[in-house]
């Protein structure tokens, strides 16, 4: 998860300006030495200091890391999914119960051309959900539709799909269709209700710019696993902030959510440079608790729309997949979405394990963290192992959404 970030107190537009003008001047150091290193090969040779000649191969060689990691950002990573694997308390479950698998994906962001999406059913099959859930953005034009529709046909073969609509899906060409003979069901200001394995579950949404949150939170069920799907941090900000206002507010085991792309370009120590939202870079990827309950931004699948640039750097696309288990079982898990309602998970032991999409398996019912970092499931060493916390002890009422492009 990512807690606060060392750019918290950059406005987002100064944060891009002042990457971009960081990138450029490395890239223009780099340019005038190389310049002056043939002008002084042409000419007649004259001594230099140490600290020059270490001052042009530094230069130099901070231009050529450059070069690669814009290589990576384009080439690699937009194409190498991470599966992020998490465990959420739920008191719907007793003890003894199978956990509830949910897969869960946002921002697809289709072009005409493929990127994952024909890889994603498969990647998605071989983690036997029992649920997946979209969380918005599906295309970044209309000849990208046809390609997001074919896939979440797909994905919905494997599990029963359910989906809200994200500001792309409701601001850009929103006369055509997303979802209808796909076999996802749209959510927007309502739930559904369904059984699996005994055990009640609810799925609420509600689309960009829609005004049912309290009509959907109204729907849930008292003794069901619940799971609420919006678009954007913002929202879920505001859902949790309206369940303070009810005065027999529903559980609310867990929030997804997406809109950020994890930033889509991170910089090592200091995290997402831009994420278009008001709830802030804190909200920007992974697990977060709330006052009320626990929200997940998922990093999503594909790339912002229109003349950005199809890059990811240090956000990795991703596949979440989250298991629903008792309280009190085996394990450490984000805890439970209400003090009253179970075990609290601690916003420091809270973590999970990712690994890369094309392993195997972090063990048989998710992988576990400790506190100090190290996986214990019994993952074998050639597979890279990633464990981060997954839950912070901040949260509370965001303001509102904005009107951001993402």
Not at 46 to 61: D, F, S, V
Not at 332 to 337: F, L, M
Request: with cysteine.
């Amino acid at each position: 998860m990512l807690g606060s970030s060392s750019m918290d107190g950059i406005p987002e537009p100064l944060a891009a300006l002042l990457f971009v003008l960081g990138v450029g001047a490395v890239f223009a150091a780099a340019g005038i030495e190389a310049a002056l290193l043939l002008l002084r090969r042409r000419q007649a040779p004259r001594p230099e200091t140490a600290a020059r000649r270490w001052r042009r191969r530094g230069t130099l060689a901070a231009a050529g890391s450059g070069l690669l990691c814009i290589g990576w950002g384009f080439l690699v990573e937009p194409g190498f999914p991470e599966v992020t694997r998490l465990r959420v308390e739920s008191p719907a479950l007793r003890p003894g119960s199978d956990p509830i698998r949910v897969v869960h994906l946002t921002d697809l962001h289709c072009d005409p051309e493929p990127r994952l999406e024909e890889r994603l059913p498969a990647l998605v099959a071989a983690e036997r959900p029992d649920l997946l859930l979209f969380t918005g953005d599906a295309a970044n034009s209309p000849e990208g539709l046809p390609l997001f529709r074919r896939t979440l046909a797909a994905l919905a073969g494997t599990a029963p799909t359910f989906a809200v609509k994200g500001n792309w899906d409701a601001h850009y060409f929103p006369d055509l269709e997303r979802f209808e003979g796909t076999g996802a069901v749209e959510l927007d200001g309502t739930a559904r209700v369904l059984e699996v394995r005994g055990t009640k579950v609810a799925v609420a949404g509600v689309g960009w710019g829609g005004d049912g949150t309290g009509a959907a939170l109204a729907g849930l069920p008292r003794d069901a696993v619940t799971i609420f799907l919006c678009h954007s941090p913002d929202q879920a900000l505001r859902a949790d902030g309206l369940l303070g206002t009810m005065v027999d507010p529903p559980r609310v085991d867990l929030v997804l959510a997406g809109h950020t792309h994890g930033g889509q370009v991170a910089l090592p120590l200091l995290g997402p440079v831009i994420t278009l939202t008001r709830a802030g870079r804190g909200y920007a990827r992974g697990m977060r608790r709330l006052d009320r309950t626990l929200l997940y931004t998922n990093r999503g699948i594909g790339m912002e729309g229109g003349r950005a640039p199809r890059v990811r750097f240090l956000a990795r696309p991703e596949i979440a997949v989250i298991e629903f288990v008792a309280p009190g079982g085996p394990g450490r898990s984000c805890g439970s979405a209400a003090p009253a309602a179970g075990r609290v998970g601690s916003s420091r032991g809270c973590s999970g394990c990712t690994r890369p999409a094309r392993s195997a398996g972090c063990g048989t019912s998710g992988s576990r963290g400790t506190s100090s970092g190290r996986c214990t499931s019994p993952t074998p060493s050639r597979w890279r192992r990633d464990c981060r916390p997954a839950c912070s002890s901040t949260g509370g009422d965001g303001p509102r959404s904005p009107s951001a492009r993402r």
